[in-house]
């Protein structure tokens, strides 16, 4: 059975940092490229941060230079460094998995954030 098990989330002031994780059981996480989208009220859900199976990362440009995406393929694990977080981070964080180029996915339950003074 697979499982993308986030934690991490909470409160945090405006300027604040979190730190989420994203720990895979069931797959071959070193073949999956690995991803952090979120979604918050009456939005759609956007893609946050991406990192494949080599390495190679991307961001959405919202959050560069605030962010950070990184995997410890021996943890199975992949992070998101939130940091100088803003009111407008305030949403479900999901951690997704796919095999490339384009198998199976998987997705995580959420992690709330909210940021907030």
């Known amino acids: 059975q697979v499982q993308l098990v986030e934690s991490g989330g909470g409160l945090v002031q405006p300027g604040g940092s979190l730190r989420l994780s994203c720990a895979a059981s069931g797959i071959v996480f070193r073949r999956y490229g690995m991803d952090w989208y979120r979604q918050a009220p009456g939005k759609r859900r956007e893609m946050v941060a991406s990192?494949?199976?080599?390495?190679?990362?991307n961001y959405a440009d919202s959050v560069k230079g605030r962010f950070t995406i990184s995997r410890d393929n021996t943890k199975n694990t992949v992070y998101l460094q939130m940091n100088s977080l803003k009111l407008e981070d305030t949403a479900v964080y999901y951690c997704h998995g796919q095999r490339p180029p384009f198998g199976d996915d998987y997705w995580g339950q959420g992690t709330q954030v909210i940021v907030s003074s």
């Open positions: 990192i494949t199976n080599g390495g190679t990362i």
